[in-house]
């Protein structure tokens, strides 16, 4: 969830950089929303590894 939220915040950032033609704000939001996909790749990649191996490994 805290995931999504970044990602959303990143799209909103990248929203008002365009209508404001701030590159500062395109590119921050830009960034807070891959962070944000990275987040959430890595969380789904631990959720399938507990699947196959089991259990809540760290």
């Known amino acids: 969830m805290e995931n999504s939220a970044e990602e ?3 799209k ?3 929203g008002l950089g365009e209508a404001t ?3 500062r704000l395109k590119t921050e939001g830009k ?3 891959v962070k944000g ?3 959430n790749a890595g969380e789904d ?6 699947r196959v191996f ?3 490994k760290h």
């Open 8 to 10: 959303a915040k990143g």
């Open 12 to 14: 909103l950032k990248q």
């Open 21 to 23: 033609d701030n590159d």
């Open 31 to 33: 960034a807070d929303e």
């Open 37 to 39: 996909n990275l987040k």
């Open 45 to 50: 990649i631990k959720d399938a590894a507990k």
């Open 54 to 56: 089991g259990g809540d």
